[in-house]
């Protein structure tokens, strides 16, 4: 079984400041852990990825995320929060194994205040 | 297509009707995914795709939903005497079998249903 879980369902940050999104996730076998990114009206849309290797994934727009496998988290950071950045982002883990179902966190709406 | 195409993009149907929404996942992709997404809430996994076999129909919440694939590309959702617990946004992702690519799925826009 497999679940992830975001805390916070809404954050605020001014623009300029730094962004931190959090996710710690559950998984029976090595995870491949995800960050998706939904605008609205629109499909999600794939930030970054960690599958295997280097724990430090870097993504589209500035945006990273780091798998501490001790803390069980994958938490999502841009260093400077930007207007365009205001959207839903989804923490998502998948198996290593079978299929890959992946699974899909609550999300959280990133709120950037001018 | 450049992307996975989901028709239509908003459907209202009034309680007991039926309804059926369309994927068309990027051409060559072998698996297909469907998830709900209910309002303020992340996707939910209904079914899955490979090819035209679907090997995991778990999410599925229902005997009212039904989902095929017949041909291996082009992938119907459809929701029999659909309850106002349905209305949801429907998603369909992609996937190559690719292993460079593993997990990571390609999403449609989704079908937003409203059940009245």
């Known amino acids: 079984a497999q679940s992830v879980t975001q805390l916070g369902s809404h954050v605020s940050v001014s623009e300029g400041a730094l962004v931190l999104l959090r996710c710690n996730y559950s998984?029976?076998?090595?995870?491949?852990l995800f960050w998706y990114v939904q605008y609205p009206n629109q499909g999600l849309q794939l930030l970054l990825k960690?599958?295997?290797?280097?724990?430090l994934v870097k993504g589209i727009n500035g945006f990273e995320a780091e798998f501490k496998k001790s803390e069980t988290s994958f938490h999502l950071t841009k260093p400077s929060a930007h207007m365009s950045d205001a959207a839903e982002y989804f923490c998502?883990?998948?198996?290593?194994?079978?299929?890959?179902?992946?699974?899909f966190g609550t999300g959280t709406k990133l709120q950037v205040i001018p | 297509g450049a992307g996975v195409s989901q028709s239509p993009r908003y459907k209202v149907a009034k309680r007991g009707q039926d309804v059926a929404l369309r994927c068309d996942p990027i051409s060559g992709h072998v698996s297909l995914f469907w998830y709900q997404q209910a309002l303020g809430q992340g996707p939910e996994f209904l079914t899955y795709f490979q090819n035209e076999a679907q090997l995991d129909k778990s999410g599925l919440p229902s005997d009212r939903f039904f989902a095929e694939r017949p041909e291996g590309s082009v992938s119907t959702l459809k929701i029999q005497r659909t309850q106002q617990e349905d209305s949801a946004v429907y998603l369909c992702a992609s996937s190559p079998r690719r292993s460079e690519h593993t997990g990571e799925l390609f999403f449609g826009e989704g079908s937003r249903l409203t059940v009245l």
């Open positions: 960690y599958t295997t290797g280097a724990t």
């Open positions: 998502a883990v998948s198996s290593s194994g079978g299929y890959q179902k992946v699974t």
């Open positions: 998984s029976s076998v090595p995870p491949y």
